[in-house]
């Protein structure tokens, strides 16, 4: 599942080509017809993305609020697909295609399309807000206040490994950001969340601001100290070497060469250093 960088990108980057503009909007799939009816025509006013969800502020063709939004979470299989020069024709899957109009023209714009998320949907301004109320704070919003961070950490006795993926703690953290923040950390993933003290909790969260800043930016997931492999610069790393634990079981670690190993706990599959991170079952 794309996790909050990835959506934060996707925002910024959309909201280049269809801030201000008039779209006309169609569901090739044909699932997404009376939401697209509503949309198109109209103009993008703004596009906001809070842990792994988008809210596309839709006005009138003045840019006049209409209080309607679209609300989508891409899910595990959900992608979108930008073209800025003539698009193909959208696979039968593609939900809902968005096209920028140029003048009185339907033709020559910005076309983007979407196949494969759990949500699309029409709601209203609270409704969003009623989102946003259920989620923790989103380490890529500036405005986020990490005391909530802390507060939920400290109510929560299920492991802390468990603890990073729940979306009303923190917005935004998935499978890959949470092993390679706890390997950072050299936290045990099955130590309980109100186990931690609250500066490791703190030390958590200001890693997650600086690792998914570095996320949205790139558009890559890197989490590796190029020191830690002999490299100069992080542009410089191979796939292979860019990540500390994800997906590098048996292989040895970056710091210490102790293979790495993985294991699934009641959520999903995680990966460690049983010396850098003291696990239990060394």
Known sequence: MPEGHTIHRHARLQRRHLKGKRVAAWSP?????????????????????????????????????????????????????????????PTDGTRLALRTIEGEA????????????????????????GIRGRLGPDPLDRRADPARFV??????????????????????IGNVYRAEMLFR???????????????????????????LKEGEKSGRIV??????????????????EQRYVYKRHDRPCHRCGTPIVMWTPRSRTIWGCPTCQDLSRA
């Open 29 to 89: 799939q044909g699932r997404f017809d009376d939401g697209a009816a509503r949309l198109d025509g109209g103009t993008v006013r703004d596009i906001r993305a809070v842990g792994k969800h988008l809210f596309y502020e839709w006005g009138t063709p003045d840019g006049t609020a209409t209080g309607e939004l679209l609300h989508v979470h891409l899910g595990l299989f959900g992608k979108f697909r930008t073209f800025v020069d003539e698009p193909p024709a």
């Open 106 to 129: 339907a033709a020559a714009g910005t076309t983007i399309y979407l196949a494969g998320a759990t949500v699309v949907d029409i709601i209203s301004p609270s409704e969003e807000e």
């Open 151 to 172: 507060a939920a950490m400290r109510r929560r006795r299920l492991p802390i490994g468990e603890a990073l993926l729940d979306q009303k703690a923190i917005s935004g």
């Open 185 to 211: 950390a050299g936290i045990d993933p099955d130590i309980p969340a109100s186990d931690l003290t609250d500066e490791q909790v703190m030390a958590l969260w200001d890693d997650a601001v600086a690792l």
């Open 223 to 240: 989490t590796v100290d190029p020191a830690d492999v002999g490299r100069r610069s992080r542009a410089r790393l191979p796939r292979d």
